[in-house]
């Protein structure tokens, strides 16, 4: 019997082998989808790319001595014709599209990809004649981009339990059907499973809910001082109250919702774009003006926030706001943040890295800069709970020159943080020699815009904020064709469910 089993298997693999490339026939496996309580009340496109076939390698029974052969997929057709049928329980309406321009009505753009496609065939043991079984298991990626582009969520998701099939010699079925068969039901299962994750995120109901609002919001909701002051500093126009919906630079990233104030949170927010002798750090005064906005929102009280940008943020403004005014405040049981926005800088002979102040100077950092060594380490002093460092600064040095290219930051050097606490966690923009991008469309630096839509989404874990922030960071980075990854120290596993906003 075992004689009979491995001479069927090993006329499989002979059919294989005598293809290079073998590609599996398109087979109709029938959607069934339970009903949703409640859609996502957005009008979405579901655009498959092109390339969305992949090949992958079947895996046979040990005793073929590891045989594999190649397999190809047709996934992106199978993708055209059950991601709209499963998505449409989760989202009000969803059409399929090719690729911009987008019909008018759409909110958004779902591309999903099959990125894994395991494949199993393997001979069944004690039957008397010779079966095999066929098992497939499928990686699905999504990502969820509004119509301009911008990603606003994104999932690998695996099918949670392989499907399979037994195949025996039979006039209904032709092997390579159910194989086809196998593999489409596993596809059908990944997106359900993404389907469900979108039912629940918290990226996209809250990115529905926005899109959901009503045109004259800015009408019953004034804008505050901070941010009639933040549009006269980006050339921002007015925006007319009855007619006009609020932009991606002003409201948008105003905080959604407003926490009880606690006594014992306190703030550090520096924000220096005019520098006395040095260009401009396009739009760090406007990141920083809405950083102290979102803290407000998140408790702490506006006593408790030291706020210094641009000729006030001096080497001794900073310093003293560091050294003195934090360490007379903070006890055993406060939470405490920095947020700085502005340049940075190398110090060629040590690597050192250094926050430019107002009247800094990179040729004589020694002198003028202000040491993130001495940060960290005034700051692992303080008898806080938690200490949380936010760094919207990059490097573009070398040697003794500091380089600053159009709308940069110079670095901070992340690779040398050296943490001594475990009470305190830095977030940073950028890693390596890159560079932390402004955005002129978008009047902010990347980094502190997707850190403050993030806390809008309502994200206040710093691990999740990490997460969100990097992810949007980097694919906005690409666009504006370069590289931007942002950082986090200690590493996200031991950050995860300690340090929060």
Known sequence: MKFIRLAYLLVLLFLFGCAQKFVLPEVDVPVSM???????????????????????????????????????????????????QIFSSVFERVVLVRGEPYAPGIDAVLVPEVKKLGFLFATVPNFPMAKTKFESQVTVKSMLVDTTGM???????????????????????????????????????????????????????????RKSAPVNAAKTNPMPETVIQHMQQTNTPAIPAATTAPTATTENLLPHTMQAERENYYAIVIGIEKYQSLPSSDYSKADATLVREHLKALGFADR??????????????????????????????????????????????????????????????????????????????????????????????????????????????????????????????????????????????????????ALNDGNRNLSDIYEYVRLRVENEAKRLNVEQSPAISPDPASVKGRFAL
């Open 304 to 453: 408790n926030i030291e706020f210094i940008a641009d000729e006030k943020a001096t080497y001794s403004g900073i310093r003293k706001a560091v050294e003195s005014w934090l360490p007379r405040r903070v006890s055993n049981n406060s939470k405490v943040v920095v947020y700085f926005a502005g340049h940075g800088a190398p110090e060629p002979q040590s690597g050192d890295s250094y926050l430019v102040p107002y009247d800094g100077d990179p040729n004589y950092l020694l002198e003028t800069g202000y040491p993130l060594r001495r940060l960290y380490e005034k700051l692992e002093g303080l008898p806080a709970k938690e200490v949380i460092v936010l760094l919207d600064a990059c490097f573009t040095g070398s040697g003794g020159r500091s380089v600053l290219a159009q709308g940069a930051r110079s670095l901070v050097r992340v690779e040398k943080i050296d943490l001594k606490k475990d009470n305190i966690a830095v977030l940073t923009s950028t890693q390596g020699s890159q560079i932390s991008t402004s955005s002129q469309e978008k009047k902010h630096g990347l980094f502190t815009y997707f850190l403050l839509k």
């Open 151 to 209: 990603p606003v969520w994104e999932r690998e998701v695996k099918a949670p339990t392989p499907s399979n099939r037994v195949y025996q010699m039979s006039p209904e079925d032709a092997w390579d059907v159910m194989m086809g068969k196998v593999v489409t039901e596993s596809v059908i299962e990944a997106l359900k499973a993404t389907a469900n994750e979108i039912t629940f995120s918290k990226e996209i109901n809250a990115f529905a809910n």
């Open 34 to 84: 339970p009903a949703s309580v409640r859609k996502i009340p957005m009008t979405i496109g579901i655009l498959v790319p092109d390339d969305a076939a992949r090949k992958t390698e079947i895996w046979v029974q040990p005793e073929m001595n590891s045989n594999t052969v190649t397999l190809d997929a047709p996934t992106a057709k199978m993708l055209s014709q059950k991601a709209p």
